[in-house]
């Protein structure tokens, strides 16, 4: 059984800095695309960044020079390194990866509450 687990949100003042983990397991996912997703109260759920199994990496305009997403040295995790964090960044942050091939994201962490305080 495939599962995605986030780690490392919490609250933080503005202009801080969060490392959110994602461990998955249940299969190889080295040739897996790997994303964090977040959805604010009352917002559609967005795409914050993504990495796929070569390294390329993609990020919303909003979080460009602000976040970082990596893969760790274990091929079955993945992070979000957060830096100069506002209070617009508030949301639940969702790990989520896809299959070689597949036109959109096939499995789903269950999400990991992140509060910027002004």
């Known amino acids: 059984q495939v599962q995605l687990v986030e780690s490392g949100g919490g609250v933080v003042q503005a202009g801080g800095s969060l490392r959110l983990s994602c461990a998955a397991s249940?299969?190889?996912?080295?040739?897996?695309?790997m994303g964090w997703f977040r959805q604010a109260p009352g917002k559609e759920r967005e795409l914050v960044a993504a990495?796929?199994?070569?390294?390329?990496?993609h990020y919303a305009d909003s979080v460009k020079g602000r976040f970082t997403i990596s893969r760790g040295n274990a091929e079955n995790t993945v992070y979000l390194q957060m830096n100069s964090l506002k209070p617009e960044d508030t949301a639940v942050y969702y790990c989520?990866?896809?299959?070689?091939?597949?036109?959109?994201?096939?499995?789903w962490g269950q999400g990991t509450q992140v509060t910027v305080s002004s």
């Open positions: 249940g299969r190889t996912f080295r040739n897996f695309g």
């Open positions: 990495i796929t199994s070569g390294g390329s990496t």
């Open positions: 989520t990866s896809h299959r070689p091939g597949s036109s959109w994201w096939d499995y």
